[in-house]
């Protein structure tokens, strides 16, 4: 009865906690499966990005939410406590190690299984919510913590620490790793489960087949027995197949509507054609094309599902919008509610017009003790949470029916024939369970009403697959261990696979019986082999369960259902979803309701498009970075550079840049860019906006846009020079962006002259921008008139830096050259230390002037720092090398120390003249870190340790005066980097 789904949810996100490891009883789980899928319990996103198409995870609720809210029992072991050492020990492993451990000491006195209940690790802060959880995809991500002050919540029996003690008893129970408690407890949680299921898979046929040709006495008896077989088929499955001992599969909700609305669509479209036929002609070719394209349609989309699970493809299905979702499973409640009535009143109702003819005085009669029914079936079971609830109800509703029936002298006749159709179904003719496949008659099938049908079968494989996804996601999140969710799908292929061909239906996992039976802690199938032999007693019976169990009965628990499903979507969603999916769930229930349900969805998905367009569209695109480029230059080049930063924007974009981003993209760069007052009123292009806050300035200065969000100017503002645009997370960029926005922004900057500077372009990105002209073409890169673009936001920060350096020193020709005022070291160290008083004659004695050619080493990382250098001219590269390793299936990048291999250099740093190279090895006396190497040809001063350490001797206002550069060189870095985490 999973297929109940509400939209609560636990929070488990990040592209780390992205969960699909194996929960394999005979495989321990590898962080390879780990990586497999993208499911999580719930996706986070930030919510002003709407969770369309995206890889976040939201929570769902399943089949019986209110089902399972009442369903428990005292905390118990887990699958997940038989985890050993880090490794995972399943039931079944544990079994064969039992076995294997009897065969080797059949005369030691038998083992005792113990296993260790801790309350604190057992308990799910995520279950104290009003209504059990599943995962789903699509809407706002909630937290568990966001969503406990918005809902009632329950109270959990909690459990005391204790030892459960199983004593192995040797023999046929031992084998099969069951004693009698064990036996026992299967017996009874597997009899509690099937008054459970059996009543709702009686009203899920009545869904399927809810069509009035189908509601024969002659033909409804076969139809409830071939949805109960391929309830049994489900179950057995799961019993065999599935990593989870306590697994319960059957006949799901998710797939009732696209059955119906396809048997309905055939019965319409042969009705016409068989008007001639005889009476059985037309219903055997109508049985046979209806029930075999069931079966068929069932058996693909198990094969469908299995194939998803084998190419690892379950991620895909979170690009079903979960606000859709919610509207068709809003629908389903609707559906129930009409298939309820439509059932007690034996009135067809398919749309909410034709309820009118419902409200006449005995169809009312009929009606309203159902309708009550499962109206105090809702509310009991939100109040109380004892397992026995549902069970002592469900009995209670036909035994009490048949005592008022006894007491007032009333035969099952009387019942049948009262008020028009009876509180009971007519009786037929004995229904042999051989007989069911009478009408899966080939020869009698028109192929020709199966293509029209294809939309609704693809529909249902996204839904069944989507809603599977969910159970998986909802079960691994109660039992705390990650499951393997392409392995579960691939699971729930073979069920539906072989229900299919079996002539049954679309099936799952039944989350809310599954997490019930877990929460028991049944650690064996015994409980799903009695719940498969209940059904299969159903199913041999040879009478029709509706001739003795009142309408009302299943009328009530489809009105159960119906008013689960209406309020869990249409009401309690919405403090869960942002207010836009609210309303896309609203929309898609309504376009179902409205038209019909392949359109409504469809509709669904375009609103839900639209709305994920929008809200991106206005999602924030530009991040402001404050850092300068990895080179290190002179002291007195750096001084220069220090105040001037600012007048370099480097402006981070991210996401994809459409046309919808086009606008909000260059208000935000505008924001940023600071000009000159006067430069705003002289200009005749500038914008009337533009003028009139010019106007109103009492500051010198301005942004070309006005803006809240950023502190007001002062009078001693830097105006903007350069502004960078760093393209490393944007995936791509559509024409219209490149035309509206960045051909806009060439054209504004221009008039202020502000240059803009592209980095980190794709190769497609750059071919894009050379066809509006925007950069250089690739044969000549230098040429003049168009922007400029580098690889790296590093690089675009170095040239903008020496162009700056330029502008600022009057020098045009080398902005990177400096000149000493003395030869030697010492002129180097009176740029670092303007003292004129300061004697620093002698210094040359303790340093060695050093040349390199371009490409020569200087040091290798792992050398020892036993020298410190201090660039006199020439360029220098510190560098690292860098490998692509595997850890898992994600490519890392890792630090090696083959020299040999040139493509693998990643540059750190770069040292301009005046630079000081090595200190922080050199003074902390440790190994080298990074390589370093000659660009051009260079001279370096080189103090050797012992050398430094005569003059700390010999000489220590020299040393002193090394030691004041070295500090003053390592403080402007520093001061850099803190402008950076400042801002």
């Known amino acids: 009865m999973d297929n109940h789904r509400t939209a609560l949810g636990r929070e488990q996100s990040q592209d780390d906690q992205s969960s699909d490891g194996s929960f394999d009883s005979d ?32 929570g769902s609720l399943t089949v019986g939410s209110s089902l ?25 492993r544990l079994r064969r190690r039992r076995r294997a451990s009897e065969a080797a000491d059949e005369d030691q006195p038998t083992p005792l299984l113990s296993v260790q209940s801790s309350p604190a690790r057992y308990s ?41 003690t199983q004593s192995v008893k040797p023999g046929c129970l031992g084998r099969f790793g069951m004693d009698r408690e064990s036996l026992v407890k299967g017996l009874i949680f597997g009899l509690v489960n099937s008054i459970i299921l059996v009543p709702v898979m009686i009203s899920f046929a009545q869904i399927i087949f809810r069509d009035e040709y189908f509601q024969s006495p002659d033909r409804m008896p076969y139809l409830i027995k071939l949805v109960m077989l391929s309830s049994t088929v489900h179950q057995l499955c799961f019993t065999l197949f599935s990593s989870l001992d306590f697994a319960v599969g059957q006949v799901q909700d998710a797939g009732l509507i696209f059955l119906s609305t396809m048997s309905s669509s055939i019965v319409h479209s042969l009705h016409k054609e068989l008007e001639h036929e005889s009476d059985s002609e037309r219903e055997a070719v109508i049985l046979a094309t209806t029930l075999c394209w069931l079966a068929m349609s069932t058996a693909m989309l198990g094969a469908a599902v299995w194939l998803t699970g084998k190419l690892k493809l379950a991620s895909l299905v979170q690009y079903l919008p979960m606000p859709v979702v919610g509207g068709y499973l809003a629908y389903i409640g609707l559906y129930c509610l009409e298939a309820g009535l439509s059932l007690m009143s034996q009135t067809s109702v398919s749309t909410i017009k034709e309820w009118g003819q419902l409200f006449t005085h005995d169809r009312v009669l009929l009606m309203l003790p159902g309708v009550l029914l499962g109206v105090a079936l809702f509310i009991i079971l939100g109040r109380f949470r004892h397992y026995a609830v549902l069970p002592c109800c469900l009995m209670t509703i036909p035994v009490v029916f048949h005592i008022i029936l006894a007491a007032g002298g009333w035969s099952l006749d009387d019942a049948r024939a009262s008020l028009t159709t009876g509180w009971l179904a007519p009786t037929s003719a004995e229904t042999d369970f051989w007989l069911v496949w009478k009408h899966y008659d080939f020869s009698k099938i028109r192929w020709h009403c199966y293509p029209q049908l294809i939309p609704t079968w693809l529909a249902m494989y996204f839904v069944v697959t989507f809603s599977s996804s969910l159970d998986v996601a909802a079960i691994q999140m109660e039992l705390g261990t990650p499951l393997n969710f392409n392995k579960e799908l691939k699971m729930v292929g073979i069920s539906n696979f072989c229900s299919g061909i079996t002539g049954g239906f679309t099936g799952s996992y039944i989350f809310s019986q599954t997490l019930f039976t877990m929460r028991a802690s049944i650690s064996n199938r015994f409980c799903g082999w009695v719940i498969i032999t209940c059904q299969c007693i159903i199913f041999v019976l040879p009478i029709s369960i509706l001739a003795y169990v009142p309408k009302l009965f299943f009328g009530a628990i489809l009105t159960f259902i119906s008013l689960d499903l209406l309020t869990s979507w249409l009401w309690h969603s919405r403090l869960l979803m942002h207010w836009t999916e609210y309303l896309i769930v609203w929309a898609t229930f309504g376009a179902m309701c409205g038209l019909n349900l392949e359109f409504g969805m469809l509709i669904g998905i375009g609103v839900a498009i639209l709305v994920f367009l929008v809200q991106y569209a206005n999602t924030s695109a530009l991040s402001r970075v404050y850092k300068g480029s990895n080179v290190v230059r002179g002291f007195e080049q750096r001084k220069l550079l220090l105040p001037a930063r600012s007048s370099i924007v480097a402006m981070e974009l991210h996401g994809y840049l459409f046309f919808g981003s086009s606008v909000n993209i260059m208000n935000e ?55 960078i645009l760093d393209f490393e997370n944007v995936p791509g960029v559509d024409a219209t962006a490149v035309r509206t926005c960045f051909l806009g922004l060439r054209q504004l900057f221009t008039q202020y002259d502000v240059d803009m500077v592209f980095t980190n372009q794709t190769e497609a990105m750059q071919k894009l921008f050379r066809t509006y002209g925007l950069i250089a073409p690739a044969e000549q890169p230098d040429a003049l008139g168009y922007l400029r673009s580098f690889p790296t936001l590093e690089e675009g920060m170095e040239w903008c830096e020496d162009q700056l350096l330029g502008e600022l020193s009057g020098e045009t020709t080398h902005p990177r050259s400096m000149i000493f005022q003395s030869p030697g070291l010492e002129g180097f160290l009176k740029a670092y230390n303007p003292n004129p008083l300061l004697d620093l004659t002698g210094i040359d004695q303790y340093a060695e002037l050093v040349t390199y050619k371009p490409g020569e080493q200087i040091f290798s990382a792992g050398d020892s720092a036993d020298n410190v250098y201090f660039l006199h001219f020439g360029e220098v590269s510190l560098f690292r090398f860098e490998d692509t390793a595997t850890a898992g299936r994600r490519e890392v990048k890792v630090w090696i120390r083959d020299t040999a291999s040139k493509d693998s250099r990643k540059r750190v740093l770069r040292f301009d003249q005046g630079g000081v190279i090595g200190t922080i090895s050199f003074f902390l006396n440790t190994a080298r870190v990074l390589s370093a190497e000659a660009l051009t040809d260079c001279g370096l001063f080189r103090i050797t340790r012992a050398h430094y350490e005569d003059m700390l001797g010999e000489a220590p206002h020299l040393a002193a005066a090394v030691q004041t550069a070295v500090v003053k060189s390592l403080s402007l870095t520093v001061s850099q980097s803190y402008h950076a985490i400042v801002n």
């Open 27 to 58: 495989s321990s789980f590898t962080d390879e499966e780990h990586e497999e899928s993208d499911w999580s319990l719930i996706g986070s996103q930030p919510r002003s990005v709407p969770a369309f198409g995206s890889s976040f995870h939201v």
């Open 68 to 92: 399972s809210q009442f369903m428990h029992v005292p905390d118990t072991p887990k699958q997940s406590d038989f985890r050993r050492h880090g490794s995972q020990r399943s039931p079944r």
């Open 124 to 164: 799910n802060k995520a279950s104290s919510a009003e209504v059990p959880l599943v995962s789903t995809s699509g809407a706002t991500p909630v937290g568990a913590s966001e969503m406990q002050p918005l809902l009632k919540k329950r109270t959990r029996h909690s459990s005391t620490s204790s030892d459960v």
């Open 669 to 723: 760069l505008k924001q940023h860019v600071i000009v000159e007052r006067d430069e705003v009123l002289d200009n005749p292009l500038a914008s009337k906006k533009q003028t009139d806050v010019a106007e109103d300035q009492d500051s010198p200065y301005m942004r070309l846009m006005n803006t809240k969000k950023l502190p007001p100017l002062s009078d001693d503002e830097t105006l903007t020079r350069f502004v």
